[in-house]
Structure formats: structure tokens, C-alpha cells
């Protein structure tokens, strides 16, 4: 399964495959052994199997940035072009973002824009609110798929006030992205956090379209345990999943 990273952007971080030192573990074990009356050191997690499977599975993406983020104080609104001014006063908004058919307006963060960066000769912005105090946090990254495989994200920030969102990315959102400023993940300052360039914030796992196929009845996110059924490539039902889980309601 072939899949290749290359930066967008000079300040971008390209994934690291991640390895597990087995024979550290295995001479630890033996030196206790050998060393000591009572204390072993057998029952590590280098030892077991499926640790070192799933350690070893993708890649982890790094914060390409130092950065020090708050959490996002946002709402969800309908703003004219021609209302923005009086909005902004009457909610104390700092500023306003258009997604899609709708805005998010966010109260004083300045974080969001400390790191905007050139494209072409125009200023674009790393972060992006995407609503309920998250943020599209643009990776610099051109990410390609062949054919069938999508890419899984998954939390590996070590940072317990930083959530990522877990993510399924298909092979066409890949390449929306890559024709725009390259991959984007979500993520949900849960507090005041410190993020130091190269701190691992994500795990990419590339997948098979063949495996979304089956039906997935457990799932467990940031110890959030909820139901979901997928049952068609690359869609995560939002609405109505317990009820589509326990009735084989088809999506």
C-alpha cells in the first residue's frame, strides 16, 4: 500500500514511521534477571504483539509549529456581508469566518492567526474555526492515495488538554486537499495547552476501501465510546448512529 507525504510549504513537517526497540527491552530483561533478587522486568509492552503491531501501524504527524492555544470561545451564525460591523458589536466577536452556507464567529483568540502563512503572493491562515471550539488546523502537507485506500486519523497528542478528532479522509477529499494548501486535521483545545514543533499530535493509518465495507459496531474515541455503523466507503453517519447500529438501518 503505497502511500507518499511531500511538503506544500517549507515550515511543514513530513510524517515519521515510528519504531519499538525490542532488544532494548529483551536485554533489560535479562540484566534484571541476572542483577537482581526479586525485581523482573519481562511484562513490558515492547513484549506484547499487538502493542507493537499498533505502534507500528502509519504514521504520526507532528506540530509543524510551536504555539500556545486557548480554548476557542465560537458560535454559529447567519451574517450578511453587509451585518458583519453590527454583529461583531453586538456579540464581541473578534472576527468572523464564512464555512460553507453558514459563519463562525469567535471571540478573542489570536492564536488563530499567529501563524498565517504565503501562498502565492496572498496571506492564508494555518488555523480555520470549524465550530464548537474546533479548528482546522492546516498541515502544509500533499498527502496521495492510490486508488481504494483512505486515511484514518487518530489521536497521539500526549497533551491532555489538546483532542484530535477522529477522522476518516477519502481518497477525493486527499486530493481537494492537495490542490489547495495540502492536508488538514481537526482539533479541540480543551485548555490552555503548550504544542512544541515536532510534539506528535495525530496517527495517520491508510485503509482499505475493502475494510469500511464491514460493519463496525464498537469504536472508542478519547474514552468517548459511541456506536457506528459503516456501511458505505469513507461516510460517517452523524445523525441517528445508535439507532442505524442496533436496527441495520442501511446509510
Not at 465560537?74 to 453586538?90: A, G, N
Not at 499530535?201 to 463496525?216: M, S, Y
Request: glycine share 6%.
Amino acid at each position: 500500500m503505497s502511500v507518499s507525504f511531500s511538503r506544500k510549504f517549507p515550515w511543514a513537517m513530513l510524517p515519521r514511521k515510528t519504531s519499538v526497540d525490542t532488544d532494548f527491552a529483551a536485554q533489560s530483561a535479562t540484566d534484571y534477571s541476572d542483577s537482581f533478587r526479586w525485581a523482573r522486568r519481562n511484562r513490558v509492552a515492547e513484549s506484547c504483539w499487538p502493542w507493537r503491531v499498533a505502534q507500528q501501524l502509519g504514521w504520526v504527524l507532528s506540530s509543524p509549529i510551536d504555539i500556545c492555544m486557548t480554548p476557542i470561545d465560537d458560535f454559529e451564525l447567519h451574517c450578511p456581508e453587509e451585518d458583519v460591523s453590527r454583529v461583531m458589536k453586538l456579540s464581541g466577536a473578534s472576527e468572523i469566518w464564512k464555512r460553507d452556507d453558514t459563519c463562525i464567529a469567535v471571540r478573542g483568540c489570536p492564536w488563530l492567526r499567529m501563524f498565517d502563512f504565503k501562498v502565492n503572493d496572498c496571506w492564508d491562515s494555518m488555523f480555520v474555526p470549524n465550530g464548537q471550539g474546533t479548528v482546522e488546523w492546516r498541515q502544509g502537507l500533499q498527502v496521495d492515495v492510490p486508488t481504494g485506500v483512505c486515511l484514518l486519523i487518530l489521536p497521539a497528542s500526549q497533551n491532555a488538554d489538546l483532542s484530535v478528532p477522529a477522522g476518516l479522509l477519502t481518497k477525493k477529499l486527499l486530493d481537494g486537499f492537495n490542490e489547495g494548501v495540502g492536508l488538514s486535521i481537526a482539533v479541540h483545545p480543551n485548555a490552555k495547552c503548550h504544542i512544541k514543533r515536532g510534539d506528535p499530535i495525530a496517527w495517520l493509518v491508510p485503509i482499505n476501501e475493502e475494510v469500511l465495507q464491514l460493519k463496525l459496531y464498537w469504536f472508542s474515541v478519547n474514552w468517548n465510546f459511541v456506536w457506528f455503523e459503516l456501511v458505505r466507503v469513507g461516510r460517517l453517519p452523524v445523525e441517528g448512529i445508535a439507532a442505524s447500529c442496533r436496527e441495520g438501518i442501511s446509510l
